[in-house]
């Protein structure tokens, strides 16, 4: 694990990231590539999807590589898949929720939702990158989100999530009922998937990152800068 700001040029990589709070609290997770030079943050940030390339903005950033991107040419397609997502996803579909369905973007060159029974991009900062990864490994599921249920949101936001979901479906003229599962209204959190990153088998299941999530936490409670 380290800061964003220890990157080098010559790096070739994709990682996981989490911004934190001063109080090193992990608030905010995305997906993170440095190929040729470059160093790119893709993220799902509320309503839209963002491509930037990484500046000195301030922001505390920590990292993880995952290793399933071992070579330049894997990171080299990691990079053009969501280059090509970039350019294809239409923000007025992206809606921010604790919504995790399973649903994965395709690799055919055209925005495809596979497995989305909306249509929408309905998820958190977190699933938007569960949803990248699971398109771009094709054979694998990322995270084995069948581990996580309802309790990891409590009543209250639980609750909100559900009178939120109802309002964007209906928004769209589409049937609530029908179409949403009520399990799939959780939240895997930035500092469960940052901590994800530290295994190589696939999909990783929350056993193994509660694990190991004591640890990554302390050691990030524990920087200094």
Do not use: Q
């Amino acid at each position: 694990m380290f800061n964003s700001k220890a990157i080098c040029a010559n790096d070739s990589f994709v990682g996981i990231y989490n911004e934190l709070t001063s109080d090193r609290e992990c608030v905010h997770a995305g997906l993170i590539i440095c190929y040729a030079g470059s160093v790119y943050l893709f993220h799902s940030l509320f309503n839209r999807i963002c491509l930037d390339e990484l500046e000195d903005d301030g922001v505390c950033r920590y990292i993880i590589k995952l290793h399933i991107y071992n070579t330049e040419e894997r990171v080299r397609s990691f990079l053009g898949h969501c280059k090509s997502l970039y350019s294809v996803i239409t923000n007025d579909l992206v809606k921010s929720c604790f919504y995790f369905d399973n649903s994965y973007f395709t690799k055919d060159g055209a925005y495809f939702l596979e497995g989305s029974s909306t249509g929408l991009v309905l998820t958190t900062c977190v699933g938007f990158c569960l949803k990248v990864l699971d398109g771009d490994l094709l054979e694998n599921r990322y995270l084995e989100l069948a581990d996580w249920d309802s309790t990891s949101l409590d009543k209250c936001y639980y609750d909100r999530s559900v009178t939120r979901i109802r309002y964007i479906v209906d928004s769209y003229g589409l049937d609530f009922d029908a179409l949403i599962d009520l399990n799939n209204i959780k939240r895997v959190s930035p500092i469960e998937l940052l901590t994800s990153g530290l295994f190589v088998s696939y999909p990783i299941r929350k056993v193994s990152i509660d694990s190991r999530i004591d640890e990554v936490s302390m050691h990030l409670s524990s920087i200094s800068e």
